[in-house]
T-cell receptor, first 118, second 115 residues
Framework: EPEVTQTPSHQVTQMGQEVILRCVPI?????FYWYRQILGQKVEFLVS????????KSEIFDDQFSVERPDGSNFTLKIRSTKLEDSAMYFC????????????????FGPGTRLTVL | AQSVTQLGSHVSVSEGALVLLRCNYS??????LFWYVQYPNQGLQLLLK??????LVKGINGFEAEFKKSETSFHLTKPSAHMSDAAEYFC?????????????FGIGTKLQVIP
């Protein structure tokens, strides 16, 4: 069964450094998402992306964050200057069409990247 | 706007006992409801979902949930707990009719299974 993959599984960085988290969504999917989960807290929506542009973003997704689909397969989240409070698990998700062309009703999540900012 | 409330951040049951994890939702439009499970140091795995149709939905690993519109609830149950069920469970909602909508998660319930 197709799945969403994410790399790396764990990223350690120094405060102020830039990080790029990578995701490969399921190949025929159309909508892409990033969520994060701070340790001990709930999973929070960051941003959704469709047709090469952001369709919705949360208040968490400030100017330090950006997303990109640089080619036909990868979907990236960049944090320009990391802060201690950016330490979290970051999940990528995607959703795509059924064979009939309508969207499926379920977002498929990747395994996550654990970001640790020191 | 939509939200999810999960009652009980920690639930302990004995092996073989009934598992009941509570979830109430709020949504201004007909919701799609989901339960996800997260095992330690792993990602989110879909357990089951309700979109339309039959209100009692069955998922993987013997879990099921019932959508009760009048109670705005979507509680997760399993008749007999197994040690392997120990994990964190997240109830989630999205706006029905548009799968592209963001998912809103509850705070999660950690299930402990006591031998």
């Amino acid at each position: 069964e197709p799945e969403v993959t994410q790399t790396p599984s764990h990223q350690v960085t120094q405060m102020g450094q830039e990080v790029i988290l990578r995701c490969v969504p399921i190949s025929n999917h159309l909508y892409f998402y990033w969520y994060r989960q701070i340790l001990g807290q709930k999973v929070e929506f960051l941003v959704s992306f469709y047709n090469n542009e952001i369709s919705e973003k949360s208040e968490i997704f400030d100017d330090q964050f950006s997303v990109e689909r640089p080619d036909g397969s990868n979907f990236t989240l960049k944090i320009r200057s990391t802060k201690l409070e950016d330490s979290a698990m970051y999940f990528c998700a995607s959703i795509g069409p059924r064979t009939s062309g309508k969207l499926t009703d379920t977002q498929y999540f990747g395994p996550g990247t654990r970001l640790t900012v020191l | 706007a939509q939200s999810v409330t999960q009652l009980g951040s920690h639930v302990s049951v004995s092996e073989g006992a009934l598992v009941l994890l509570r979830c109430n939702y709020s949504s201004s439009v007909p919701p799609y409801l989901f339960w996800y499970v997260q095992y330690p140091n792993q990602g989110l795995q879909l357990l089951l979902k309700y979109t339309t149709g039959a209100t009692l939905v069955k998922g993987i690993n013997g879990f099921e949930a019932e959508f009760k519109k009048s109670e705005t609830s979507f509680h997760l149950t399993k008749p007999s707990a197994h040690m392997s069920d120990a994990a964190e469970y997240f109830c989630a909602v999205t706006s029905g009719g548009g799968g592209y909508q963001k998912v809103t998660f509850g705070i999660g319930t950690k299930l402990q299974v006591i031998p």
